[in-house]
């Protein structure tokens, strides 16, 4: 008897802990992403350079002029780009040190941009507001599914991010890994005007622009 009374106990206590771990790891998720980031930032150097993604130079003419959010900017290289070519930008990100760079970047561009500190994780995109949502190497797939409803009727999404073929090429978490036509697929409502799956045997990830239809 004395013994199931203190294995009862026992298994109670153990029950506790686990549920306060799996707790504070719940509640400490965006914490610790808020300070990675700030972390891996907190460097003069601009570690994903201070030049646009190739892909968004490259087709830049079909983007509608206006108001372009670039969600997960980071240390600006694309939001920056948009600004220098008249687009009113506005950074969303986690990490205040990477938009405090994107800042330094607009200024040594003589273009100013706006910027917002949020948790993307739980952060809601106005309705019908942007002529271009620009998303680069920031994957939650349930945001991208919001991206149409926050375009203006006629905007562009950018999208870009690293496929399954890099997989190849380096140790990478499968599902933050785009599968084969995940965008084509996560954007079927959308009229795709550019679609390229890249390999150069050193990366690979696959980039989309797809516009919102007009009534
Ligand atoms: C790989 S970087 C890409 C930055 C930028 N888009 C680019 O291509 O240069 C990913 C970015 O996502 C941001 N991030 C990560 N989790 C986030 C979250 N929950 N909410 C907002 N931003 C987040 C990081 O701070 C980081 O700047």
Not at 91 to 111: C, F, P, R, Y
Request: with cysteine; net charge positive.
């Amino acid at each position: 008897m004395e013994f199931i009374h203190n294995y009862k106990r026992i298994a109670t206590v153990f029950l506790i802990v686990l549920l306060f771990f799996c707790f504070t790891n719940m509640v400490s998720a965006r914490p610790k992403d808020k300070d990675r980031w700030n972390k891996k930032y907190d460097t003069e150097i601009f570690l994903f350079g201070e030049k646009p993604i190739p892909f968004l130079a490259q087709n830049i003419h079909l983007l509608p002029k206006g108001k372009a959010l670039d969600i997960a900017m980071g240390e600006g290289r694309n939001g920056v780009y948009l600004a220098t070519q008249g687009f009113e930008v506005t950074g969303l990100d986690i990490s205040e040190k990477g938009l405090e760079k994107a800042h330094q970047l607009a200024t040594k561009n003589n273009v100013t941009i706006k910027t917002q500190v949020v948790d993307l994780e739980t952060f809601a995109l106005e309705p019908n507001s942007y002529d271009v949502i620009l998303c680069t190497y920031y994957m939650q797939r349930d945001l991208y599914k919001k991206f149409q409803a926050a375009l203006k009727p006629g905007g562009m999404i950018v999208v870009e991010t690293y496929n399954i073929d890099y997989l190849k090429y380096a140790r990478f978490n499968r599902k933050w890994a785009l599968e084969t036509n995940e965008l084509l697929d996560t954007f079927k409502d959308l009229r795709v005007l550019r679609y390229q799956d890249y390999d150069d045997g050193k990366e690979a990830y696959s980039s989309i622009i797809a516009q919102k239809p007009k009534p």
